[in-house]
């Protein structure tokens, strides 16, 4: 069936580069998601990137996909202490979406 | 500006108790859909709903059942609440096939005693 892997934990220091990583195992998907969830609030969509592309940048967040490895990764870069949540990995499979586990990204001052 | 809502934000309800979550969107969306969030665990689908009336099982929906009388509303009904049903609740709508265009209620957190 459908998986979405993502590693649970990732410490940044404040003004470095974030980059979170996320494996998926349905190569039918059509796109892939970030999500993104605050303390106490429900889930933000982010970003999203159709599956015939291998990167799309939007502001400080880039998105890369290697279809072939089926890894998708997350960049955030000059990351602020705003930035600190959990950030879901997604894909749509159907009419469904298929969710990570999520990434807890902490801010080191 | 509100899109989803969903009914509580907290409840607390003992063993055994009916429970009925509410969630209401504004945006027409055809699909609906019920997450249960456990730390560990992310996002379990529970029930989804595509049309009025029409309701399909998700990964965990073991002890649940799901209502769609309206487009705009997705009830989710605890039958017979347990301790184990203690979690965060999400709610979250799309247009058909469309997940770039999804939003998703604040959450429900509820606890079973």
């Known amino acids: 069936g459908e998986d979405v892997e993502q590693s649970l934990f990732l410490s940044v220091r404040e003004g470095d580069s974030s980059v979170i990583n996320c494996t998926y195992t349905d190569s039918s998907s059509t796109y892939l998601y970030w999500y993104k969830q605050e303390p106490g609030a429900g889930l933000q969509l982010l970003t999203y990137?159709?599956?015939?592309?291998d990167m799309k940048q939007d502001q400080r967040l880039t998105v890369l996909l290697n279809k072939k490895d089926k890894h998708l990764s997350l960049r955030i870069a000059d990351t602020q202490t705003g930035d600190s949540a959990i950030y879901f990995c997604?894909?749509?499979?159907?009419?469904?979406?298929?969710f990570g586990k999520g990434t807890r990204l902490h801010i080191l001052p | 500006d509100v899109k989803v809502t969903q009914s509580s934000r907290y409840l607390v309800k003992r063993t055994g108790e009916k429970v009925f979550l509410e969630c209401v969107q504004d945006m027409d969306h055809e699909n609906m859909f019920w997450y249960r969030q456990d730390p560990g665990l992310g996002l379990r689908l529970i029930y989804f709903?595509?049309?009025?009336?029409?309701?399909e099982k998700g990964d965990i929906p073991e002890g649940y059942s799901v209502s769609r009388e309206k487009k705009e509303r997705f009830s989710l009904i605890l039958e017979s609440a347990s301790t184990n049903q203690t979690s965060m609740y999400l709610c979250a709508s799309t247009r058909q096939g469309r997940w770039t265009e999804a939003f998703f209620g604040q959450g429900t957190r509820l606890t079973v005693v």
């Open positions: 709903s595509y049309d009025v009336k029409m309701k």
């Open positions: 997604a894909e749509s499979a159907d009419d469904k979406i298929i």
């Open positions: 990137i159709f599956s015939n592309m």
